[in-house]
């Protein structure tokens, strides 16, 4: 099975920072990644699709970019409401598909 | 509006089974894929499986193969997920999830089940 990896594991951040998730899998998985954004007791949330596709209503401060191994997810000026925990997922090859390990965001 | 909507929180004994619902609606049940994606407190999401609902067809991950049975009512638009011999491992909330007309990333999710093992 393909793995990710997501760095950092954590950060702190300010309301107007620039925040980038880097996600690397362990093998080639051409633009087959999504981001999902998870608030504590929520469900996961689509933003980001085939790489760098952002979801129908997710704010254009997400972005997302990368192929084959190596994958960034920026949030241009972080906002009160983007404080939460970060998962990135392949579907290149499957099954399984497999999810990363997260990254929390939280205020500093 | 598109929606999947979950049964409610079980408590089941060590060694029993659990069966978690699923019912959408807002779109065309058998166009979509539908996945079941676990989550242990604290823990990362891990896919389990997923059904076609037009036909019935099942792909379910290899942890998952020997306790998981995924099965659908196309007449009720709901999924279901069984998962028996349950240990305290399993312990985690339970979601279903929509992907496309091929399998891939999940766009629409329910809000989750929680399911407690304990002796």
């Known amino acids: 099975a393909i793995q990710l990896t997501q760095s950092p594991s954590s950060l702190s951040a300010s309301v107007g920072d620039r925040v980038t998730i880097t996600c690397r899998a362990s093998?080639?998985?051409?633009?087959?990644l999504a981001w999902y954004q998870q608030k504590p007791g929520k469900a996961p949330k689509l933003l980001i699709y085939?790489?760098?596709s952002l979801e129908s209503g997710v704010p254009s401060r997400f972005s997302g970019s990368g192929s084959g191994t190596d994958f960034t997810l920026t949030i241009s000026s972080l906002q009160p409401e983007d404080f939460a925990t970060y998962y990135c997922?392949?579907?290149?090859?499957?099954?399984?598909?497999?999810f990363g390990p997260g990254t929390k965001v939280d205020i500093k | 509006q598109m929606q999947l909507v979950q049964s409610g929180a079980e408590v089941k004994k060590t060694g029993s089974s659990v069966k978690v619902s699923c019912k959408a609606s807002?779109?065309?049940?058998?166009?979509?894929?539908l996945h079941w994606v676990r989550q242990a407190p604290g823990q990362a999401l891990e896919w389990m499986g997923w059904?076609?609902?037009?036909?019935?067809?099942?792909n379910y991950a290899q942890k998952f193969q020997d306790r998981v049975t995924i099965t659908r009512d196309r007449s009720m638009s709901t999924a279901y997920m069984e998962l028996s011999s349950l240990r305290s491992e399993d312990t985690a909330m339970y979601y279903c999830?929509?992907?496309?007309?091929?399998?891939?990333?999940?766009?629409?999710w329910g809000r989750g089940t929680l399911v407690t093992v304990s002796s």
């Open positions: 807002g779109y065309t049940f058998t166009y979509r894929y």
């Open positions: 085939d790489a760098s």
């Open positions: 093998q080639g998985i051409s633009s087959a």
């Open positions: 059904i076609t609902p037009f036909n019935g067809n099942t």
């Open positions: 999830a929509r992907s496309g007309l091929l399998p891939g990333y999940f766009d629409l």
């Open positions: 997922q392949q579907f290149n090859s499957y099954p399984p598909f497999t």
